[in-house]
Nanobody, 124 residues
Framework: QVRLAESGGGLVQAGGSLRLSCAAS????????MMWYRQAPGKGRELVAG???????NYADSAKGRFTISRDNAKNTVYLQMHSLKPEDTGVYYC??????????????????WGQGTQVTVSS
């Protein structure tokens, strides 16, 4: 019922930049928070950055000063601009949308949906 489509990942050298995008579509009444998570090889998923509908942002310490999260509410799309990339930024990046959407049970509810992930690889 709801789909999050991510794009923008790839292979980049250390010091380079990438811009990730994630568009939510389907049975959506309202999207509140949108977030980016990262899962490095052999590690758990960690929050990288989040943004509220009103534009308030928060970042992991590792992302501060290098990454910028933004969103287009009209398009239900969230972006993650990443600069000065480091090898430790390597991982699968997932977006998450939270809001009033149709759940897997076919009911309107406050739920979370995840994207399928996009690979970011930073070479040294």
């Amino acid at each position: 019922q709801v789909r999050l489509a991510e794009s923008g990942g790839g292979l980049v050298q250390a010091g380079g930049s990438l811009r990730l995008s994630c568009a939510a579509s389907g049975a959506i009444s309202r999207v509140d928070d949108m977030m980016w998570y990262r899962q490095a090889p052999g590690k758990g998923r960690e929050l990288v950055a989040g943004i509220t509908k009103g534009g308030t942002t928060n970042y992991a310490d590792s992302a501060k000063g290098r990454f910028t999260i933004s969103r287009d509410n009209a398009k239900n799309t969230v972006y993650l601009q990443m600069h000065s990339l480091k090898p430790e930024d390597t991982g699968v990046y997932y977006c998450k949308a939270r809001g009033r959407m149709m759940s897997s049970l076919g009911l309107w509810d406050d739920v979370d949906y995840w994207g399928q992930g996009t690979q970011v690889t930073v070479s040294s």
